[in-house]
Nanobody, 125 residues
Framework: QVQLVDSGGGLVQAGGSLRLSCTASGRSFSRYNMGWFRQAPGKEREFVATITWNGDNTDYADFVKGRFTVSRDNAKKTVYLQMNNLKPEDTAVYYC??????????????????WGQGTQVTVSS
């Protein structure tokens, strides 16, 4: 069992940056692949980024490649999402999630077992 707490969201102008954090409780965090998803009003939740349990592999949705970076610090039980060059279309609630199955990276929400409560990111034009 793991509990996830998302933080770091806020209001930023287009072109600005934010760093989201997701801190876990429980002893198994270092074995879980982690993901970031987002959901804008009236839209379905969508994949943003993912990272393997050891941080060796990452992958991103095309619309954030080159702008967002996912990383983790297992000693701190925390995964990060550095977001640069933000655009108004990045406005959404961002969620971190844990995949307890490990193995290959997962890109769909149903593959993840545990979710944070979400943090709002608003980008003004």
């Amino acid at each position: 069992q793991v509990q996830l707490v998302d933080s770091g969201g806020g209001l930023v102008q287009a072109g600005g940056s934010l760093r989201l954090s997701c801190t876990a409780s429980g002893r198994s965090f270092s074995r879980y692949n982690m993901g970031w998803f987002r959901q804008a009003p009236g839209k379905e939740r969508e994949f943003v980024a993912t990272i393997t349990w050891n941080g060796d592999n990452t992958d991103y949705a095309d619309f954030v490649k080159g702008r967002f970076t996912v990383s983790r610090d297992n000693a701190k039980k925390t995964v990060y999402l550095q977001m640069n060059n933000l655009k108004p279309e990045d406005t959404a609630v961002y969620y971190c999630a844990a995949d307890s199955a490990g193995g290959l990276l997962s890109y769909t929400s149903y593959a993840y077992d545990y979710w944070g409560q979400g943090t709002q990111v608003t980008v003004s034009s």
